[in-house]
């Protein structure tokens, strides 16, 4: 199939390892996670919220940034802060690949 008019900047498959997680943190508020590792996002995760749909390429500088998971998230400020405990351990440090 052609897509007449289109002009693609990328298109590629690659495979990739996700792992679904579900976890309530000691405040009571669930998460649905799915953590996708790729090669793309210069070493960070795709981290998705799978109650709310909401994405974000997530590396350790993002946790740092005050406010980052609360905005992106739609979070409150505690439960922006568990989310953060579990994610320091998940995303880990950034390696960059050629």
Request: cysteine-free; overall charge negative; glycine content about 6%.
């Amino acid at each position: 199939m052609q897509l007449p008019n289109y002009d693609f900047m990328s298109d590629s498959t690659e495979d990739t390892s996700t792992r679904f997680t579900t976890f309530i943190t000691p405040s009571l508020k669930r998460f649905d996670l799915a953590v996708t590792a790729t090669n793309r996002f210069y070493g960070k995760k795709l981290v998705t919220d799978l109650q709310s749909g909401r994405t974000a390429i997530i590396g350790p500088d993002d946790l740092k940034e005050e406010g980052y998971l609360e905005h992106t998230f739609k979070l409150t400020e505690e439960e922006a802060s568990e989310l953060a405990q579990f994610l320091y351990f998940v995303v880990g440090t950034v390696n960059f690949t050629d």
